[in-house]
């Protein structure tokens, strides 16, 4: 399974995401009931209230099948 992680903008200075990438890697945590999966995508949700948030997901959506943002499968 693919999925996209929309952080919080206000915690980028404090955490770098990097648990995040164990958990989903291991299937453990918040990933316990999906088991491992793959990290297509990892943004903020662009600033209180999450005004980007909706739109960065449907960019991930959209661009899941890609290799990068530039370059397709």
Do not use: N, W, Y
Not at 40 to 66: E, H, L, N, P
Request: with cysteine; aromatic share 4%; charged share 20%.
């Amino acid at each position: 399974m693919k999925v996209g992680i929309i952080r919080c903008q206000l915690t980028e200075d404090m955490c770098p995401g990097t648990t995040d990438f164990k958990i989903a890697r291991d299937g453990t945590m918040a990933f316990s009931e999906t088991g491992p999966v793959d990290i297509i995508g990892f943004v903020s949700c662009g600033g209180c209230c999450g005004k980007k948030a909706v739109t960065r997901a449907q960019m991930m959506v959209d661009r899941g099948q890609r290799q990068s943002c530039s370059h397709p499968a």
